[in-house]
RNA sequence: GCCCCGUUAGCUCAUCUGGUAGAGCGCCGGACUUUUAAUCCGGUGGGGCGGGUUCGAGUCCCGCACGGGGCACCA
């Protein structure tokens, strides 16, 4: 780091470039150290949340003042006035407070030290309070102590950081200078929160299961690798934690969930970060419908934590519609009758529908047809059920319908939220779909799932009839937050170096 | 991986066809004892990186890096 006060020569003329701002601070920091003792203590006992100083003076008239103390502590916002009279906004986690601070109060001395304060600065302050002529509920300064110095400065104090790079990287700076993305993230905490409170509430058992796999699987998906260097093995960071789940539903947990982070080695966009929170519960002695009603309540539930008030209706039930009906509704081509990947490819280009069919399989075209022209449609909850068994090597199969499995997906907002089964629990039907997939590995898929013995072996003592959910996190708080990119809801996303 | 767009001061933005790069905020100095993006006076700071064309490049050309949007892949 250059740009030490020494650096610039005597004679030289002053400026105040980036260099020049810093050591600016840095100074007044050293002079703050001699001044005043009681600068940068270690800790800031007794400190009140602004928003509940501002709330308990509401019915102060503009101008009336009080001997009501509080002591409040944040970071230096704003600063308005000289001469014998400043206010200066201090902002913490929970709201903005106006400072109102006399030089006939705090004495020439402290008033100079204070007003001399940089913008980003953390204070301390003990003050009384009152509402200025103006209206506004600030505090009166009686002392304050400066609790740390910011050698940087903030992000424009009206226009904030509108850089998005910056934002993404250097998210602190993003939640110095935005309201509503500390807000944002504290709905995500919400949502979380409400997420387990919900399970909690019903009897699910919450669990932790391996991040580092030595067998990956539970999803369609390339994973990340890395190496244990004493156990000399390979592993694989998780892609899902469906399948350590149901051995813990064979194991008698009979309800369990894991809310956490996969991690999936595919390409980023606007819904997708290649590690993300998934929360995935299951449940014994039900099946895929019943779990659907969970689901309703838990967006419900996730909803209401956050006062969601947008033009999605959580409230009624959900609209279910079968996989086959939502394809046929969007582009004519009924899945039905058209049984195998020529007749799918022929019906396909018939329409002039922009989807890839070289080398597609007539279940990779259906799923296709699918996220392209039924998905953006999905603005209210939906509930898409039965998918192709080819799709999904997890799922029980149809007990009405042949050649479909019990599943759903849901989607609100245009974007894919939760995916479920009637969870297949018959070892040899299990062991069948893993040699599907491993013919598909062989054949080049990199999503393929790898044979799992050992989860074979679990199903083997018996698991009993489950239902079985997993919701995207961040794509749930994308759409309570009205949120359009990922990145937006994720603290630091994957970012190019 | 492909296509389009962007990158100028600490922050937010300007800069017509190539001709000495501007503003607001911030910061520094000064005035002001109820301000709300406080105000007023003075000062301060800059072209992503690497090549090329040209008398002269922020501006034109090529390459690179990073970002945004879209496509492909996926949740």
Redesign the pocket.
């Known amino acids: 780091m250059s740009g030490t006060p020494q650096d610039a020569g005597p004679g030289e003329?002053?400026?105040?470039?980036?260099p020049?701002?810093i050591a600016?601070r840095r100074a007044?920091a050293a002079r703050l150290r001699e001044a005043d003792a009681e600068s940068f203590p270690y800790a800031f006992a007794g400190v009140e949340p602004i928003a509940g100083v501002v709330e308990a003076y509401e019915h102060l008239a503009d101008?009336e003042?009080t001997e009501e103390h509080h002591r409040v502590a944040g970071r230096l916002a704003?600063?308005?006035?000289?001469?014998?009279?400043a206010?200066l906004?201090v902002v913490d986690r929970t709201g903005k407070l106006?400072l109102?601070a006399?030089?006939?109060v705090l004495g020439e001395e402290a008033f100079e030290r204070l007003t001399?304060l940089?913008?980003g600065d953390l204070i301390g302050v003990d003050g009384a309070a009152?509402r200025?002529?103006?209206?506004?509920i600030?505090l009166?300064v009686d002392r304050f102590q400066v609790l740390a110095k910011a050698l940087?400065?903030?992000?424009?104090?009206?226009?904030?950081?509108?850089?998005?790079?910056?934002r993404?990287?250097r998210r602190e700076l993003d939640l110095i200078?935005s309201e509503p993305a500390r807000r944002l993230f504290i709905d995500r905490a919400k949502i979380v929160s409400a997420v387990r409170g919900y399970l909690d509430g019903q009897g699910f058992v919450e669990v932790e299961t391996p991040v580092l796999q030595p067998l990956y699987g539970g999803?369609?998906?390339r994973p990340f690798t890395t190496h244990h260097n004493a156990l000399e093995r390979t592993l694989y960071l998780r892609v899902a934690t469906e399948l350590y789940l149901k051995r813990l539903l064979v194991g008698g947990l009979e309800r369990v969930y894991e809310l956490g982070k996969?991690?999936?080695n595919?390409?980023?966009?606007?819904?997708?970060?290649?590690?993300?929170t998934m929360v995935e519960f299951y449940e014994a002695y039900a099946d895929y419908g019943d779990v659907a009603v969970r689901l309703e309540e838990l967006v419900r539930a996730a909803a209401a934590a956050v006062g969601y008030a947008g033009e999605i209706d959580f409230a009624r039930t959900w609209r279910r519609v079968s996989f086959v009906a939502a394809i046929d509704e969007a582009t004519g081509i009924d899945l039905a009758s058209v049984r195998d990947a020529d007749a799918l490819r022929k019906a396909i280009s018939e329409r002039e529908l922009?989807?890839?069919t070289q080398d597609?399989t007539w279940a990779?075209m259906a799923?296709?047809l699918l996220?392209?022209f039924v998905e953006p449609g999905l603005v209210q909850p939906t509930f898409v059920l039965d998918y192709p068994v080819a799709l999904s090597p997890f799922a029980r199969e149809h007990r009405s319908l042949p050649g479909l499995v019990e599943r759903w997906?849901a989607f609100a907002g245009g974007m894919?939220i939760a995916?479920a089964f009637s969870e297949l629990n018959d070892a040899d039907a299990q062991r069948e779909r893993f040699e599907a997939q491993r013919a598909a590995a062989e054949g080049g898929d990199e999503?393929a799932q790898p044979y799992d013995e050992l989860f074979v072996q679990a199903l083997e003592q018996g698991m009993p009839p489950a239902g079985g959910v997993g919701v995207?996190i961040?794509?749930l708080v994308m759409l309570l937050t009205g949120r359009?990119?990922?990145?937006e809801v994720v603290l630091f996303?994957a970012?190019?170096?």
Not at 132 to 136: I, L, T, Y
Request: proline share 6%.
């Open positions: 003329p002053a400026k105040h470039g980036l020049e701002l600016e007044k101008g003042e704003a600063r308005r006035g000289s001469g014998g009279a206010f906004d106006q109102h006399r030089r006939d001399s940089d913008i009152l200025s002529k103006r209206g506004e600030s009166r940087r400065p903030p992000p424009d104090k009206h226009g904030g950081l509108s850089d998005v790079e910056t993404y990287r200078a999803a369609l998906a996969d991690f999936r595919e390409g980023v966009s606007t819904k997708h970060n290649p590690e993300f922009q989807i890839r597609a990779q799923d296709d996220s392209k997906e894919e995916n999503e995207g961040d794509r359009d990119s990922i990145r996303p970012m190019r170096d």
